[in-house]
C-alpha cells in the first residue's frame, strides 16, 4: 500500500510559547486504521487539525503535509488549492458540527457541496439522485429513519453518526475523527467506533482517530500513534501497547488512559448493509 499521507518536519508553537507539536514525521498508508492516542493536551486535536490544513504550522519550519499527494501545507502555508484538497478529507468533530435547526439529511446533503454548482447549494436545490446517495448514507450508519427530523431533536449518538454519514455522502478518501466518542454514553461509543471501522473496512478509506481509550483504540485500530507533549513516543502495532509501555511513555498519566469504560448491557447492533462504492454514489447523483 502507497502512503496516503505524509508529514515531515511538522513543528507549531502557540502564542503562549507552547510547543504543541514537535518536529512530527508520519506515513499513513492508504486504506489503515489509525488511532491518536495521548492524555489531554499531548497534541491529538492539534495535529488532526493540522493534516486537514484548519491550523498552519510554524511559518519558520520546514513543515510539509500531504494528503493524496496533494500538498495541505508547506512552510507554514495553507496550500492554495486547499480546498480541492479537503474535499478528499471528511472531519468528524467531537461535538458533530451539523445545523442544529436543518433537517438531518439537509445536514448530510452538506457533504455533496464540493461538487454541487453553488447556486443549487445556496438554495439547497438538491437533486432527486443526491438525497438518494444521503439516505443511503443514513441507512448505512442506522438513523434513516431520523432524515426529516432537525438535527438538534438527535441523541448525542445519533448526530455522530450524522456527521459520520456526511463524511461518507463527501466521499472522502480519509476520514480524520477528533474524540468521536469523547461525550457519548458506552452503546454509543461502541455503535461509533463500528461505524467508522466499517467505513475503514467497506469503503477502503483511511481512517484516523483520536481516542483517550487505550483499549478502544487496541480493539478497532490495528496501528496506534502515541503522543506526549506533542511528540510521537510510540507509532506500532495496537498489540505491542502494553501497561508497562504505557506507565514508561505516560507516566502518572497513564491512568486517564487506562480508564475501561463501564460495558453496558443489550447493544444495539446497526443493520449491515452493503457498501456503495463511490463510483456508484456518484453515478446516482449525476
Same mark, same amino acid.
Given at each position: ?175 480524520? =475523527? *477528533?474524540?468521536?466518542? $469523547?461525550? +457519548? ?6 455503535? /461509533?467506533? #463500528?461505524? &467508522? ?41 495496537? =498489540? *505491542?501497547?502494553?501497561? $508497562?509501555? +504505557? ?6 498519566? /497513564?491512568? #486517564?488512559? &487506562? ?28
Amino acid at each position: 500500500m502507497d502512503s496516503i499521507l505524509r508529514i515531515r518536519h511538522l513543528n507549531k508553537h502557540f502564542s503562549n510559547g507552547r510547543h504543541a507539536l514537535c518536529d512530527i514525521e508520519l506515513d499513513v498508508k492508504r486504506g489503515e486504521m489509525v488511532a491518536l492516542i495521548g492524555a489531554s493536551g499531548s497534541g491529538k486535536s492539534t495535529l488532526l487539525r493540522h493534516m486537514a490544513g484548519l491550523i498552519a504550522a510554524d511559518d519558520s519550519s520546514e513543515s510539509l503535509i500531504e494528503i493524496d499527494g496533494s500538498i495541505v501545507q508547506q512552510r507554514g502555508r495553507i496550500h492554495r488549492q486547499i480546498r480541492k484538497t479537503r474535499a478528499r478529507v471528511g472531519f468528524v468533530f467531537q461535538q458533530f458540527n451539523l445545523v442544529a435547526r436543518l433537517p438531518v439529511l439537509t445536514n448530510v446533503l452538506v457533504g455533496s457541496l464540493h461538487r454541487t454548482p453553488w447556486w443549487r447549494g445556496w438554495v439547497r436545490a438538491f437533486s432527486a439522485g443526491e438525497r438518494a446517495v444521503a439516505l443511503e448514507a443514513l441507512r448505512r450508519v442506522g438513523i434513516a429513519d431520523c432524515h426529516a427530523q432537525r438535527a438538534s431533536t438527535l441523541s448525542g449518538g445519533q448526530q455522530q453518526r450524522a456527521a459520520i454519514a456526511r463524511a461518507m455522502v463527501q466521499g472522502a478518501k480519509v476520514v480524520l =475523527a *477528533d474524540e468521536p466518542i $469523547a461525550s +457519548l454514553d458506552p452503546e454509543s461509543s461502541r455503535n /461509533v467506533m #463500528e461505524i &467508522l471501522a466499517r467505513v475503514n473496512r467497506e469503503d477502503q478509506c483511511t481512517v484516523i482517530v483520536s481516542l483517550h481509550q487505550v483499549e478502544i483504540a487496541m480493539k478497532y485500530c490495528p496501528r496506534v500513534i502515541a503522543l506526549h507533549r506533542g511528540r510521537v513516543v510510540f507509532d506500532g502495532p495496537s =498489540a *505491542d501497547l502494553t501497561p $508497562a509501555l +504505557l506507565r514508561e511513555l505516560y507516566g502518572v498519566a /497513564v491512568e #486517564e488512559l &487506562l480508564v475501561k469504560p463501564v460495558e453496558a448491557p443489550n447493544v444495539h447492533v446497526l443493520p449491515q448493509a452493503a457498501p456503495l462504492s463511490w463510483a456508484a454514489r456518484h453515478a446516482r447523483a449525476a
